[in-house]
T-cell receptor, first 109, second 117 residues
Framework: GQNIDQPTEMTATEGAIVQINCTYQTSGFNGLFWYQQHAGEAPTFLSYNVLDGLEEKGRFSSFLSRSKGYSYLLLKELQMKDSASYLCAVMDSNYQLIWGAGTKLIIKP | GAVVSQHPSWVICKSGTSVKIECRSLDFQATTMFWYRQFPKQSLMLMATSNEGSKATYEQGVEKDKFLINHASLTLSTLTVTSAHPEDSSFYIC?????????????FGPGTRLTVL
């Protein structure tokens, strides 16, 4: 079966760095997405990786290793507004997104 | 960027009534639209995938006669929850994808919160 694993919850301090990991097993691979979702709102797109390596976008970076079925989202200079759930999703061979359960990130002052 | 709207943003209805939710891609043509349901503190659950002009493909366990999907144009899809019951209360989110370069990205609507009394 298809499976996406990510931690349920993480806590970090304002101004610090946090890494959210995601491992996956899917039928085919057409890219991995990270989305941010604040409570009661729809997800918003953060990043997309289809090749191995690191993609940097401001305070957020995303890394992919296809051979290991592994990705991480790195958030730097954490701000209180970064408190949200972070969803990892993999697009399979049918171009369907398979979603992880999400990681709730709690930022403390 | 691509914008997807949903209407209504929230709805409260009595048990047994039907509710229609609209999803529109405002500035692009969506080849595919997706309907998700999200219960509190859980991840998105894909309900169905629809392509314009064809029947929707429903995920296992989703009743197609209860959740009617119409994708009449490249910018509009509707989800009708028929004979709604309290257990249908949830956050319903649509997303739309066109093509951008070599990959498809899903753009999400703001969601519709349905409460069935």
């Amino acid at each position: 079966g298809q499976n996406i694993d990510q931690p349920t919850e993480m806590t970090a301090t304002e101004g610090a760095i946090v890494q959210i990991n995601c491992t996956y097993q899917t039928s085919g691979f057409n890219g991995l997405f990270w989305y941010q979702q604040h409570a009661g709102e729809a997800p918003t797109f953060l990043s997309y990786n289809v090749l191995d390596g690191l993609e940097e976008k401001g305070r957020f970076s995303s890394f992919l290793s296809r051979s290991k079925g592994y990705s991480y989202l790195l958030l730097k200079e954490l701000q209180m507004k970064d408190s949200a759930s972070y969803l990892c999703a993999v697009m399979d061979s049918n171009y369907q997104l398979i979603w992880g359960a999400g990681t709730k990130l709690i930022i403390k002052p | 960027g691509a914008v997807v709207s949903q209407h209504p943003s929230w709805v409260i209805c009595k048990s047994g009534t039907s509710v229609k939710i609209e999803c529109r891609s405002l500035d692009f043509q969506a080849t595919t639209m997706f309907w998700y349901r999200q219960f509190p503190k859980q991840s998105l659950m894909l309900m169905a995938t629809s392509n314009e002009g064809s029947k929707a493909t429903y995920e296992q366990g989703v009743e197609k006669d209860k959740f009617l999907i119409n994708h009449a144009s490249l910018t509009l899809s509707t989800l009708t929850v028929t004979s709604a019951h309290p257990e249908d209360s949830s956050f319903y989110i649509c997303s739309a994808s066109g093509t951008s370069g070599d990959w498809n990205e899903q753009f999400f609507g703001p969601g519709t919160r349905l409460t069935v009394l």
